[in-house]
């Protein structure tokens, strides 16, 4: 019997894997391929370069096949990786290291599950970046109408676990000329238009919103020229300290702004995954019990975690909302609260306080 039929049988036994092992599995095999010493460049084109450029190149191999033949350097090594990788996906049972095999115990017959799976936040946010491409509704308001949200909101009190839940509806101006209604935790009140040479950031006019770049790294450094002093002509020129105000304005804008004109949201989830100290966190569940993965920020400045935390679907990579921590210190008694805040609907109205 030939291996491919082998492999076909195999197939119809081994359930087949989501999008989010295919990827941890790709992690693997670039790890594999990174730790062998004769896989790198040839020496005629990498003398001289160190670890990370090659890296690097091996990164760009799997994203364009272009370097394919120069990483995977002699057969031998091609076969073993393939196999190796092959019977990672599949069955969890074989672990690449150095193109050597290394057998350990096989899980349980049945689908791998994802929250058990290493990946990269870089790798969660350009899937979520996908999924919002495929299912954004395309939206183009008139000046004269507003911008209608309905957000859930549940506080939990860490230490006695008590629970409150809130519907905040926000009404805002699309050309922000008109004053809007704005609500945080259940209290609302009236929002007035800014005034001409005013901004914020993130923008509230839809023309604003608009006219910023719907590629990752063209909003990084428009991000950065709104809240940074200096304007770098690459996301290569920005300085370390400049990055934890980068994300910061990166997950305020996703947050902030819960809707956005075509492509940038998805450009927004991608630009956060260039940010330096950005993780991907596996096995975490929202509010409603739903399985998924937490993008947060260290930042290393501080040496402190940032309490904003961008939470995904295992595997389909949608967005299920936004979590944060509100400390209170009313009455000399200080509370700290987890508080997550999921997007229930959205529309495009034509008067502040109507209802789709």
């Known amino acids: 019997m030939d291996d491919m039929t082998l492999l076909r049988q195999m197939r119809t036994e081994i359930p087949r894997p989501d999008s989010l092992g295919l990827a941890a599995g790709r992690e693997r095999m670039l790890a594999g391929i990174g730790r062998h010493p004769d896989n790198g460049p040839a020496r005629s084109r990498g003398a001289g370069r160190g670890a990370g450029a090659r890296k690097r ?10 370097l394919r033949p120069r990483l995977f350097g002699r057969p031998v090594v091609r076969a073993a990786l393939a196999t190796a990788v092959a019977a990672a996906v599949a069955g969890g049972a074989v672990v690449v290291v150095g193109a050597i ?3 350990r115990p096989a899980a349980a017959p049945g689908p ?6 290493p990946v990269s936040a870089a790798t ?13 509704k395309r ?8 911008i209608y949200t309905k957000e859930i909101v549940r506080e939990t009190e860490s230490t006695t676990g008590r629970t409150r839940t809130f519907v905040d509806e926000n009404w805002r101006s699309v050309d922000g000329s008109k004053r809007g209604w704005t609500m945080e935790v259940g209290k609302g009140w009236w929002s007035q238009p800014l005034k001409p040479n005013e901004s914020i950031w993130p923008p509230t006019r839809w023309q604003e919103l608009t006219k910023l770049p719907t ?53 927004a989830f991608e630009a956060l995954g260039m940010v330096p100290g950005v993780t991907a966190t596996p096995g975490v569940t929202d509010t409603e019990g739903r399985a998924g993965v937490a993008i947060a920020y260290q930042d290393p400045f501080h040496n402190l975690p940032t309490n904003d935390v961008l939470l995904f679907a295992d595997g389909t990579y949608d967005f299920l909302g936004y979590a944060d921590t509100r400390i209170s210190d009313s009455g000399g008694k200080k509370k700290t609260y987890k508080r997550t805040f999921t997007l229930e609907s959205y529309a495009v109205v034509d008067k502040v306080k109507q209802r789709p």
Request: with cysteine.
């Open 112 to 117: 791998i599950s994802p929250r058990l799976r």
């Open 124 to 136: 969660v946010l350009e899937a979520a970046a996908a999924t919002e491409r495929r299912h954004e």
């Open 57 to 66: 190149d091996a990164c760009a191999a799997v994203s364009t096949g272009a």
């Open 215 to 267: 590629d990752p790294a063209g909003l990084v450094l428009a991000v950065h020229k709104q809240l940074v002093h200096g304007r770098p002509t690459s996301v290569s020129g920005i300085k370390a300290q400049d990055w934890p105000m980068i994300e910061f304005g990166i997950v305020g804008l996703l947050h902030r702004t819960p809707v956005m004109p075509p492509g940038l949201r998805a450009a």
């Open 139 to 146: 939206l183009a308001p008139r000046d004269d109408q507003f």
């Open 101 to 103: 095999r290394e057998d």
